[in-house]
């Protein structure tokens, strides 16, 4: 029979026929040793500390880059007429696409009792909020004078200078702003009572001083956990629609605009599929070594893989599907400039960056087909490095190909980002990194009370002490 698990006050019916979400053998106490020795132990994995060095190196990139920007203005970058973006809003788009699957997997997930969801959604989190941070970035750096961004916002002044609100750029504050606060609140209260159970395990004073700053004074009574499920619900509910809101806005961007290849009304959905599958493959970056550094197969299983493996293999077909269209729209709408903007994206300076993007978000992602490539760590590492890739290409082409041959030929010019635009790229990455990295040693990457409850005789309570 099918057993009748609690998820934050949800049922949840665990199918005989499925593989375990966490493997046999496993005690309450054995989840919480497992989990909370990775933060607590003394002894730093040699594999962290030349992970921690490289991010950091990128890190430092990325601040030296910003100098030199903030020295000698924009000019820096590749960026010209008729391209005044560029990199930026590539990079923006890229980095808020990847932080959909955390909000996805902690807040739709639970929300339809998704009991997988409990061994990832926190590292899932933190890079949502790691990966918001880097896209923020960007369109502060490219203000040319960003120590005055909070112009950006609506507060009153002396000078009564307001935002100007048909800017699809400033729809962006309020959309980000507001998913960032949302997530950042919904991962941490979901951290509150694994910091107790941290709090109760220290044996360092100040670790426990400041674990039990962070707990929030949280004594595992069931009057606690009563409101801590209220709360968690509520903000999930609050979380679905961001999911959806943000990247649409985020669409906005383009979609408003009277360019060719960017006046697409499929844009808001066609973003967010996108932003599902591109936050999938990222999800999968991170957790496949994670669970070999910290020997986690017992909680990141094969199940986990596939799931998500099938997750991206869905939104990879529906972005695909997109392409597609696209393509279709442009010969079916009659436009000329839009039957120009199609076939330049197939055959002009840029197609091979075209190429590059069906191969790697069209046709590499079909091997999720085939369970073999669904449940193999190696080849699930390397399908969701090809998507990376091929979802930074996708933002690219729709930029590029667009500026750079617009209605009048007399205004078409080429582009290329130059060593600063990589420079300061490749250093968002170590930001990324580096905070990734600082997160998985300081707090428990894994949410160890659901997965206890996931356990036999596991409940959401265990391991947490009744400190008067």
Known sequence: MATLEKNHGLP??????????????????????????????????????VGFAAAFTGLMMFLTAVTWLFLKGVGVWGVNWPVGWGFAIINFVWWIGIGHAGTLISAILLLFRQEWRTSINRFAEAMTLFAVACAGMFPVLHLGRPWLFYWLLPYPNTMTLWPQFRSPLIWDVFAVSTYATVSAIFWYVGLVPDLATMRDRAKNRLARVLYGMGSLGWR?????????????????????????????????????????????????????????????????????????????KDFVTDRHLENMGKVMLATGLIVFYGYLTE?????????????FMAWNRVTGPYGHYWYALIFCNGLTPQLLWIRKFRTSPFWLFMISLVVSVGMWLERFVIVVTSLTRDFVPASWGPYEGSVWDWATFIGTLGLFSTLFFLFIRILPAISMFEVRTLVPGGKAGDEITEVV
Do not use: C
């Not at 199918?15 to 054995?30: F, N, Q, R, W, Y």
């Not at 010969?331 to 000329?336: A, D, E, H, I």
């Open 220 to 296: 595992g009574s069931a009057r606690h956990w009563h409101n801590y499920e209220t709360a968690y619900l509520l903000l999930a509910g609050l979380s679905t629609p961001l999911v959806l809101s943000v990247h649409t806005v985020v669409s906005f961007d383009f979609s408003i605009g009277i360019v060719p290849g960017w006046h697409a009304t499929i844009f808001p959905p066609y973003f967010v599929a996108g932003a599902i599958y591109a936050g999938f493959a990222m999800v999968l970056l991170l957790a496949i070594p994670l669970r070999v550094g910290f020997g986690w």
């Open 327 to 339: 393509l279709f729209f442009a010969w079916y709408s009659g436009n000329v400039y839009e039957r």
């Open 12 to 49: 949840v019916v665990a199918k005989p026929d499925e593989a375990p979400i966490v493997a046999p053998g496993h005690t309450p106490g054995s989840v919480t040793d497992k989990i909370a020795d990775v933060v607590q132990t003394r002894h730093t994995p040699k594999w962290w500390l």
